[in-house]
C-alpha cells in the first residue's frame, strides 16, 4: 500500500493545525485525518467518529506500528512543505516532530 496523494488543508485554530486527505494505490480516499499540536509535538489522528457514550472511535487507522509510522512521517511532511509553501511559521513542535520522524 502506498499513499498516492495528500491534500493539506491547514487551519488557524490553538491545537487542530490542519485537515488531511490521503489517497490509497490512487484508488481509495481517506478524508478528514488531522494534524495535532500535543505536547510532545505534532501528531496524525486518524478520522474518528462520536459515539453516543461521548468517547471517540477511529473509523479508518493503521493495523500496525510500522504503517502508522509510514504514513505519519508522509503526512507530517507533506503538512510542513505546505506550511513553508504558505510562508507560514514553521513552530518548534512541527520541527521536533521532523526531527523525531527522520
Given amino acids: 500500500m502506498e499513499i498516492?496523494?495528500?491534500?493539506?488543508?491547514?487551519?488557524?485554530?490553538d491545537k487542530?493545525?490542519?485537515y488531511i486527505t490521503i489517497v490509497l494505490d490512487d484508488c481509495f480516499v481517506?478524508?478528514?485525518?488531522?494534524i495535532i499540536?500535543?505536547?510532545?509535538?505534532?501528531?496524525?489522528?486518524m478520522p474518528s467518529?462520536?459515539?453516543?457514550?461521548?468517547?471517540?472511535?477511529d473509523v479508518a487507522h493503521p493495523l500496525n506500528q510500522s504503517t502508522r509510522v509510514v504514513m505519519e512521517k508522509?503526512?507530517?511532511?507533506?503538512?510542513?512543505?505546505?506550511?513553508?509553501?504558505?510562508g507560514g511559521p514553521v513552530t518548534q513542535s512541527a520541527t521536533e516532530a521532523e526531527s523525531r520522524d527522520a
Avoid: H, Q
Fill in 4 to 13: 498516492t496523494e495528500i491534500k493539506v488543508f491547514p487551519v488557524n485554530e
Fill in 30 to 34: 481517506v478524508r478528514d485525518l488531522k
Fill in 49 to 57: 467518529k462520536k459515539r453516543k457514550d461521548g468517547t471517540f472511535k
Fill in 37 to 45: 499540536s500535543g505536547t510532545t509535538g505534532l501528531f496524525v489522528a
Fill in 74 to 86: 508522509k503526512i507530517l511532511e507533506a503538512y510542513l512543505d505546505e506550511i513553508r509553501r504558505l
Fill in 16 to 18: 487542530l493545525k490542519a
